[in-house]
């Protein structure tokens, strides 16, 4: 009977341990990002695209809710892949990527997540402050949906192409 109940509680705290494991993380500290972005920016090119990095860090719960919203709602993860390279730029106390950031103009000035658009030849064409994307305790699907439209390639060529840029 002790050996049945060592096992069971040893079962309860195996499962545990398991359920409570971190989720796989968004930002890889370890990444060197103007290698990432430098491949992005080449990709963009060759594909039509943008580059459109999310700036933020494993610690940050509006980074979480962001990346969780893009990647279940099938139309925004559509979208962003369709117009976009993505890079995850990692802000941490393991590795700030200051280098990077301050040939972005500081984004980091807006808080966290901080997202930056780069056009086909790594020019910054837009820095966004999430906060302006927010709904209550979350992101408003639609803001969300309408700056990925707004500053992609496609939209990007056709409002030049309206008013003669």
């Known amino acids: 009977m002790k050996r049945f109940l060592v096992l069971m509680c040893l079962g309860c705290l195996l499962s545990a341990g ?7 993380p968004i930002y890889k500290t370890e990444a060197d990002a103007k290698t990432e972005v430098k491949a992005a920016v080449a990709k963009a090119a060759a594909g039509g695209k943008h580059v459109f990095l999310q700036i933020g860090g494993n610690w940050c719960p509006w980074c ?13 993860d ?11 730029v990692n802000y941490s106390k393991e590795n700030e990527n200051n280098e990077l950031l301050a040939t972005l103009g500081y984004p980091q000035r807006f808080g966290f997540p901080v997202f930056v ?4 030849k790594g020019n910054v064409i837009h820095t966004q402050d999430s906060w ?5 305790k979350a992101y408003s699907r639609e ?7 707004m500053w992609s390639d496609y939209t990007l060529k056709e409002a030049a192409a309206k008013y003669g840029e």
């Open 18 to 24: 398991l359920s409570a494991q971190q989720p796989v």
């Open 64 to 76: 979480i809710k962001f990346h969780k919203m893009v990647t279940e709602d099938q139309k925004l």
């Open 78 to 88: 559509s979208l962003i892949h369709a117009n976009y390279e993505v890079v995850k």
């Open 117 to 120: 658009i780069l056009d086909e």
């Open 132 to 136: 302006y994307l927010e709904q209550d």
């Open 143 to 149: 803001k969300v949906e309408h700056m990925f439209l």
